[in-house]
Structure formats: structure tokens, C-alpha cells
């Protein structure tokens, strides 16, 4: 198992950006594929990138393709979620998650989840 702690969560105004990030621990952090997952009142949780271990390779769902960037920092043990052109819809319990699949596009690709970071875009 690996440890993960989420931070930069908050409110933010539509249109405006904030940068998340996953500090891990435990397991070898560059042999785990990584993810952010978010989870809306009501709504099923959603893959909204993902990265292999390397970071060479990335996926994104069409929803915030072009709006948001993974990536990570093998040096520092952290993977980051920059998100821009936010928008209110984007509002959701965000999740880092770890797993041993190459890039994982499942939740159940992962097995390491985080404690989860609340986002809230205003209109």
C-alpha cells in the first residue's frame, strides 16, 4: 500500500485555475501508475486524468481535455492536477489514486486512494 495526502483544494471563481497535489508514501512511488479521480453529490465517481509511471504517457476523459494537465515529480514523490478554465460543473471531492496497471482509466486500476480534497467553482 502506498500512503497518499491530497492538498490544494478550495474555492475558486469560473474561469480561474488551482493547482492540486498528491504527496505519497510507502510503495516506490515510480513504479505506480497515478490518477485524479472526482466525485459529485449524486454522482458516480470519475477518472479525470491519469498518468503512467514514467509520465511520459497521459489520458484525459473529452470533459476537461485541453483544461487540465497531470503530471508528476518522481523526484518528490507527487503527482499534480493543474486545472484551468474551471468551471462550475468541475465542483466535486477530488482523489489522487495509485495503482500497478500502466494508466489505469478505472477506479478499479487503483488500489491506493487519498483522503480527498473539496473543490468548489462558483458561477
Known amino acids: 500500500q502506498v500512503q497518499l495526502v491530497e492538498s490544494g483544494g478550495g474555492l475558486v471563481q469560473a474561469g480561474g485555475s488551482l493547482r492540486l497535489s498528491c504527496a505519497a508514501s510507502g510503495r516506490t512511488f515510480r513504479s505506480l501508475a497515478m490518477g485524479w479521480f472526482r466525485q459529485a453529490p449524486g454522482k458516480e465517481r470519475e477518472l479525470v486524468a491519469a498518468?503512467?509511471?514514467?509520465?511520459?504517457?497521459?489520458y484525459y476523459p473529452d470533459s476537461v481535455k485541453g483544461r487540465f494537465t497531470i503530471s508528476r515529480d518522481n523526484t518528490k514523490n507527487t503527482v499534480y492536477l493543474q486545472m484551468n478554465i474551471m468551471k462550475p460543473e468541475d465542483t466535486a471531492v477530488y482523489y489522487c489514486?495509485?495503482?500497478?496497471?500502466?494508466?489505469?482509466?478505472?477506479?478499479?486500476?487503483?488500489?491506493?486512494w487519498g483522503q480527498g480534497t473539496q473543490v468548489t467553482v462558483s458561477s
Open positions: 489514486a495509485a495503482g500497478s496497471s500502466m494508466i489505469g482509466r478505472s477506479s478499479d486500476e487503483y488500489d491506493s
Open positions: 498518468i503512467n509511471k514514467s509520465g511520459a504517457l497521459t
